[in-house]
């Protein structure tokens, strides 16, 4: 780790500490340098950029908030482990490394589990959109959406996160899930189909949600 | 692959699909707390993790390397040694003694060296000449 700092960040006592603030000229690979060094401010900034989608990102999978943020934690302490072993010119970026983690752990997680999703689950829906009917039929319809993708098999629901979710192109999306282009179209073809046929089973057709 | 392709049994096609999932995604964006929350949690991991770090150029007691796994492991292998060294000890000197037992000369033979020849008693006269002195 023998690069330059830098040059818009000075080392305090305590490492890295980015003078713009928020470090958006950084690249996540400068921080990760840092981090490798046993800076906390580089790594708070890690933290602030990409947290909250790895968050959502597990929540999607495992669909249960406590779960989606041990994963999330999970994911930036192999972060903070392994920093030092990042190469920085290798195949895959620090966002597609951090993303296939995250998917890797919810799946194995979401096996563990195998939970069925109830209506139980119901509960973690705002409770604020239970006035009036518009807002009683956007929360069955979410309720609906959301068994609709409990019911896809571990891969398929990490394939619709990446894909419709998180709008990554296809190709991307298959370097996070560590597969071919093809056979990530593969698998989300098969996601699209069950997803539509669960929507349909469930009572939800496009006549009645699109305007 | 395009996002709107051939419907697929005429429910919906994807870009209707993709509006349902968008528009009633039924994860909703963690807040500000709870991100705050597990922040805390990492850096006290972290800092426990470094808390447990011993630092290379730290004075280390000298069994320190007994610890853990390794240690146990050299430990076991000595122990090892130490009884399988025994074992061969006692083997090699109950050998020693039986050939100690063979190789010895016998007690007659020792006699034989220290006192000379034993006389063999072949006379045995001397009672009748007693007898003819009376």
Same mark, same amino acid.
């Given at each position: ?41 580089? /790594?708070?900034?890690? &933290? ?5 989608? &790895? ?7 495992? /669909?249960?908030?406590? @779960?989606?943020? #041990?994963?999330? @934690? *999970? ?71 959301? #068994? ?64 | ?30 807040? @500000? ?9 990492? /850096? ?11 630092? =290379? ?32 000890? @006692?083997?090699?000197?109950? *050998? ?12 007659? =033979? ?25």
């Amino acid at each position: 780790m023998g690069k330059s700092l830098p040059s818009n960040c000075a080392r305090l006592t305590k490492g890295f500490v980015c003078l713009a603030g928020t470090g958006g000229a950084l690249s996540d690979s400068d921080l990760l340098e840092a981090v490798a060094e046993g800076d906390h401010d580089a /790594f708070a900034l890690l &933290m602030k950029r990409h947290l909250a989608s &790895m968050v959502t990102l597990a929540h999607r999978i495992v /669909f249960d908030r406590e @779960q989606a943020h #041990e994963i999330a @934690q *999970e994911a930036f302490l192999r972060v903070w482990k392994h920093a030092d072993k990042w190469d920085p010119y290798g195949s895959a970026t620090f966002l597609t490394w951090l993303r296939r983690v995250v998917i890797n752990l919810s799946i194995s997680c979401r096996r563990r589990v195998r939970e069925q999703v109830s209506l139980d689950a119901i509960e973690e829906l705002p409770s604020g959109l239970a006035d009036g009917f518009d807002d009683i039929a956007t929360a069955d319809r979410k309720r609906i959406v959301r #068994e609709a993708l409990s019911a896809l098999p571990e891969r398929q629901r990490a394939a619709v996160a990446l894909y419709y979710f998180e709008d990554l192109p296809q190709m991307q999306a298959a370097e996070v899930m560590q597969m071919t282009s093809r056979a990530f179209d593969s698998l989300i073809v098969r996601a699209r189909t069950n997803l539509k046929k669960h929507l349909a089973g469930l009572g939800l057709r496009h006549q009645e949600v699109l305007p | 692959m395009t996002k709107r392709s051939s419907a697929y049994d005429g429910l919906m096609d994807n870009a209707e699909l993709q509006h349902i999932l968008k528009r009633y995604d039924p994860v909703e964006p963690p807040t @500000q707390g709870s991100l705050m929350a597990i922040e805390a949690s990492i /850096f006290a991991k972290i800092d426990g993790l470094t808390r447990n770090r011993i630092p =290379a150029d730290s004075q280390m007691p000298p069994w320190v390397f007994l610890q853990g796994w390794a240690g146990r492991v050299a430990i076991f292998t000595a122990l090892l040694i130490i009884a399988s060294g025994f074992i061969v000890g @006692q083997l090699s000197y109950g *050998e020693t003694n039986v050939s100690a037992l063979t190789s010895t000369p016998s007690l007659l =033979a020792l006699a034989d060296e220290t006192l000379g020849p034993a006389v063999p008693v072949t006379d045995t006269s001397w009672g009748d000449n007693d007898d003819a002195a009376e």
